[in-house]
T-cell receptor, first 114, second 112 residues
Framework: DAKTTQPPSMDCAEGRAANLPCNHSTISGNEYVYWYRQIHSQGPQYIIHGLKNNETNEMASLIITEDRKSSTLILPHATLRDTAVYYCIVRVDMNNNAGNMLTFGGGTRLMVKP | EADIYQTPRYLVIGTGKKITLECSQTMGHDKMYWYQQDPGMELHLIHYSYGVNSTEKGDLSSESTVSRIRTEHFPLTLESARPSHTSQYLC???????????FGEGSRLTVL
């Protein structure tokens, strides 16, 4: 799986949009971009994933550049409860690939401030 | 809300004791996983399972063992706990190898 690079920490004001970047310059054509978050050492929580089109759900939006070498997770109106470590992961999404495990890196520690 | 449960949430135990961390899911998922995470550090995969009667070692070597006798149950055992085993252990499951992983809330183990 391709390696990802994320800033170790970011701050965001409550109510503002939080934009979390991720670089994955060695991503291959069949690798998806996944985002998870972990709030205060609880189990990680799935947020969103995509291949090349931008995606949006009730939690966040995922913007993937045209060359797919980077992406941005957007929390449109950050709240204090969004304070967490956010992980960007790339992997091949194949149900017949037994070696296809999620590999978590260091992530970005997002601090939402009042 | 994910239907995956871990017990105990917290355990403090003395060196040399045998411990079992329980993990159960009610989603009928075939694939289950154990991750280990030290405070403030990355998650590391230590065990996973394809389904009943299958277990595999993960990326990080661990002295723990696992079993998968029933689809919904994936316990982790340490035969003789040591202080170096102090960590948080997170269980997860998924329907297939692709897609979303559902995590439990974790078991925080302290070995004195």
């Amino acid at each position: 799986d391709a390696k990802t690079t994320q800033p170790p920490s970011m701050d965001c004001a409550e109510g503002r949009a939080a934009n979390l970047p991720c670089n994955h310059s060695t991503i291959s054509g069949n690798e998806y971009v996944y985002w998870y978050r972990q709030i205060h050492s609880q189990g990680p929580q799935y947020i969103i994933h995509g291949l090349k089109n931008n995606e949006t759900n009730e939690m966040a939006s995922l913007i993937i550049t045209e060359d797919r070498k980077s992406s941005t997770l957007i929390l449109p109106h950050a709240t204090l409860r969004d304070t967490a470590v956010y992980y960007c992961i790339v992997r091949v999404d194949m149900n017949n690939n037994a070696g296809n495990m999620l590999t978590f890196g260091g992530g970005t520690r997002l601090m939402v401030k009042p | 809300e994910a239907d995956i449960y871990q017990t105990p949430r917290y355990l403090v135990i003395g060196t040399g004791k045998k411990i079992t961390l329980e993990c159960s899911q009610t989603m009928g998922h075939d694939k289950m996983y154990w991750y280990q995470q030290d405070p403030g550090m990355e998650l590391h995969l230590i065990h996973y399972s394809y389904g009943v009667n299958s277990t595999e070692k993960g990326d990080l070597s661990s002295e723990s063992t696992v079993s998968r006798i029933r689809t919904e149950h994936f316990p982790l055992t340490l035969e003789s706990a040591r202080p170096s085993h102090t960590s948080q252990y997170l269980c997860a499951s998924s329907e297939g190898w692709a897609g979303e992983l559902f995590f439990g809330e974790g078991s925080r183990l302290t070995v004195l």
